[in-house]
């Protein structure tokens, strides 16, 4: 489902490097979850080389290209945290230990799981913008001493930050009622499921909005 309703002319004001630093930021964050304007920006990429219009100079396409780069990068950056994230939660279903083995720091996914281990919870959000109504932030804890008898308490929140009073998280294809902000998640069932790897929230009118792990928050370089 795509909740996105970015305008052309933003897309346009991205590729085109017309956006303030600030905004560009920002708009990447949303590029990097949002596959309506990937595709979206694909397109105006194709038809500026196609048309040549507005003509760039050498140093605008300079620019460009370091522009797309950066993307790829975050892009990249972004996969290993998702895959970092899921390992985190695999190895909590087979209730194994999560301290870090040899965590001397020397390659980037030692660094990245370090980073997602320090806060001790692990963050999924809505794919939408957030602030979309529907927008929602998924927290679930990470107890550095698992154990098999473990409830993992899921915390919701809305687009305001306050807690969810109505709808449904279904992660990994279990379905979960949210009361007060709050579903819980036996060390059982995410052993049992944790192979789709999804997160959904649906609301009380029904309607589904896909999640994705946040972006840890350090190792975001360039910025
Ligand atoms: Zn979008």
């Known amino acids: 489902m795509e909740t996105c309703s970015t305008k052309s002319e933003k897309l346009s004001a991205f590729a085109e490097m017309r956006m303030l630093p600030e905004e560009e930021k920002t708009f ?34 300079d620019g460009l290209r370091k522009i797309v780069l950066k ?7 972004e996969r290993n945290q998702q895959r970092t994230g899921w390992m985190i939660l695999e190895n909590l279903a087979n209730v194994q230990p999560l301290a870090l083995a040899a965590a001397d720091d020397q390659t980037a996914d030692q660094r990245l799981l370090k980073s997602a281990l320090s806060s001790n919870s692990l963050t999924f959000v809505a794919i939408c913008d957030k602030t979309h109504p529907n927008y929602w932030k998924a927290t679930f804890p990470i107890p550095s001493e698992p154990n ?38 036996s060390m059982t069932e995410l052993r049992d499921n944790l192979k789709k790897q999804t997160i959904a929230f649906k609301t009380a009118s029904g309607e589904l909005v896909e999640g994705l792990l946040e972006l840890f928050s350090d190792d975001i370089s360039d910025y």
């Open 148 to 185: 098999p008898e473990m409830e993992l308490s899921v915390e919701v929140t809305d687009v305001s930050g306050e807690p969810v009073v109505d709808g449904t998280l279904i992660f990994c294809g279990i379905e979960k009622q949210i009361e007060e902000g709050w579903c819980y998640i």
């Open 71 to 77: 993307h790829v990068k975050r892009l990249d950056q």
């Open 28 to 61: 990447l964050e949303h590029l990097l979850v949002c596959q309506k304007c990937q595709r979206n920006l694909r397109e105006v990429y194709e038809s500026l080389l196609k048309i040549g219009s507005p003509p760039l100079t050498s140093e605008e396409k």
